[in-house]
């Protein structure tokens, strides 16, 4: 397994910004990586995902426009930036890695590593 460690979590007012970051154990270079996010009493849910070269992203429509993820191989770090926050964006964000598929995909039984999660707390 890939070991993942968040880091960049606070807490906002509605509108403020912050940056997740999510550091890799071991290469990330060829691998899937995701963000999930789960909000108390809620399921985890599918917020961002890219493939292992970058180019393609995809999101959940909640956030489209408003977050961006990224990555940096050579830093075995992968990046969610949030914009425009909203208070129910408020949750636990994880980091996760697929090393089976090639094809991003928004389901969380696909990723096999999963980080330990940071608080994103947004105030109305």
């Known amino acids: 397994q890939v070991q993942l460690v968040e880091a960049g979590g606070g807490s906002v007012q509605a509108g403020g910004s912050l940056r997740l970051s999510c550091g890799a154990s071991?290469?990330?270079?060829?691998?899937?990586m995701g963000w999930f996010r789960q909000a108390p009493g809620k399921e985890r849910e599918f917020v961002a995902t890219?493939?292992?070269?970058?180019?393609?992203?995809y999101y959940v429509d909640s956030v489209k426009g408003r977050f961006a993820i990224s990555r940096d191989n050579a830093k075995n770090t992968v990046y969610l930036k949030l914009n425009t926050l909203k208070p129910e964006d408020t949750a636990v964000y994880f980091c996760?890695?697929?090393?089976?598929?090639?094809?991003?995909?928004?389901?969380?039984?696909?990723?096999?590593?999963w980080g330990q999660g940071t608080q994103v707390t947004v105030s109305s």
């Open positions: 071991g290469r990330t270079f060829g691998i899937v």
């Open positions: 890219i493939t292992w070269n970058g180019r393609t992203t």
């Open positions: 996760a890695a697929d090393r089976t598929h090639t094809n991003p995909s928004p389901s969380a039984v696909d990723y096999d590593s």
